[in-house]
């Protein structure tokens, strides 16, 4: 199979991050996975909704990053927490609304936070978590620190006043924010070109003032190199930049809308065949191969103590304790 990659980005990323965001895409693929089977199984209390098929964003931004930088994310957020190095075992706990979950259980699949990563929280509020992450960047302008923080969010939330109000303010007080929208092409069941008239979201940023960038969201080098010129631009204090990543979902919304579909499709012509053609991990690991950086072997091994890692993730989370009823009113700010 020949490369899918950008090879003139791929050859400018050194193999140890080459197979860092290769760990890190399967990491997410893996827990993903399982907690597709897990709510088909009805062991999952509320929704969730899987990042599989957009992982090259998740893992090439965050590879980009510090440890010190910030991330916020979205409903569709496990990718992004585990990207920026979280627990795959406390994640699960929380899905499973245990006590030992990242929310001791009361924030559930779409609020997973883990401060000490930098993940300052996800977010069901689509658009709710850019002018926090605004927020974040103007804490370390204002701190005089180096740290960058980056938004995560979906084509749908580029239609949010939040968007546009984040992204003037970020242009005018310079601060170091990425933008990064994942254009899987739907806002739940509507496709984009049904809820914006243009075609490629980047250009909103024009609007600001500031840089846009498209990127091939399925494209894990290509989207690490684009996050890597503008975090550097941000770290030199020269304000934030729009990375519009086009990618895909590879399954539906939300886990379990076979059930009130009712067989209705969505889905545009060629796009559903794209996002199986275009999965990053398949495009990621031909590459690693035939650039001679690991074996298939090698790749199998990692694979399967990645399994093991997500098995031992849901069987902490299957023994952890409930919540206690006394606990309920914890935690809240009223
Ligand atoms: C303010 C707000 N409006 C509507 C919803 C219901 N809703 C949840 S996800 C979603 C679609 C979001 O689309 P997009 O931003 O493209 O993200 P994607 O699900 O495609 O990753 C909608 C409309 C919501 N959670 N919040
Ligand atoms: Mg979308």
Same mark, same amino acid.
């Given at each position: /199979? ?12 050194a ?31 509320? =929704? ?12 090439g ?12 994310s ?13 627990? /795959?075992?406390?994640? /699960?706990?929380?899905l ?9 259980g009361?924030?559930g ?7 000490e990563i ?12 850019i ?5 974040a ?6 701190r005089g ?12 939330a ?8 984040s ?8 601060l170091?924010?990425l ?16 809820a914006m008239n243009?075609?490629d ?6 609007g600001?003032?500031?840089?846009g960038?498209?990127?091939?969201g399925?494209?894990?080098?290509a /989207? ?62 031909a ?9 298939? !072997? ?16 849901? !069987? =902490? ?11 309920l ?6």
């Open positions: /199979m020949t490369t899918l990659l950008d090879v003139a980005a791929a050859q400018s990323v193999p140890e991050v080459v197979m860092d965001i290769y760990r890190r895409i399967l990491r997410i693929r893996r827990f993903e996975e399982q907690v597709g089977k897990l709510f088909a199984q009805g062991q999952l209390p509320g =929704f969730v909704h899987l990042y599989i098929g957009a992982e090259a964003v998740g893992a931004v965050c590879a980009a990053l510090r440890d010190d930088d910030y991330i916020i979205t409903h569709r957020g496990h990718g992004h927490v585990i990207a920026k190095g979280g627990d /795959m075992k406390r994640m /699960m706990a929380e499973f609304g245990k006590v030992t979950g990242y929310c001791k009361k924030g699949s779409m609020h997973i936070a883990d401060f930098g993940m300052l929280g996800a977010c069901g509020i689509v658009g709710g978590g002018p926090v992450a605004v927020g960047g103007l804490s370390a302008s204002y620190t180096d740290q960058v923080s980056v938004t995560f969010f979906g084509d749908g580029a239609n949010e006043g939040s968007f546009h109000e992204l003037n303010l970020a242009s005018v007080l310079k170091p924010v933008f990064v929208c994942e254009n899987n092409q739907y806002g739940e069941f509507t496709p984009a070109e049904r243009i075609k979201i980047a250009l909103r940023a024009q600001y003032g500031i840089p960038v498209i990127a091939d399925t494209d894990p080098l /989207m690490y190199v684009v996050a890597r010129e503008a975090v550097a631009r941000a770290r030199r204090g020269e304000g934030p930049t729009l990375i519009e990543a086009k990618t895909h979902r590879k399954g539906g919304h939300a886990e379990g809308e076979d059930a009130f579909l009712a067989g209705q499709q969505y889905r545009l012509a060629d796009e559903k065949e794209a996002a199986q053609r275009h999965d990053p991990l398949v495009k990621l690991h590459y690693v191969v035939e650039q001679g950086l690991v074996t298939v !072997e090698e790749l199998e091994t990692l694979d399967q103590a990645t399994l093991q890692e997500v098995a031992e993730a849901v !069987e =902490f989370a299957r023994t952890s304790p409930e919540p206690s009823a006394e606990t009113l914890e935690d809240l700010w009223v």
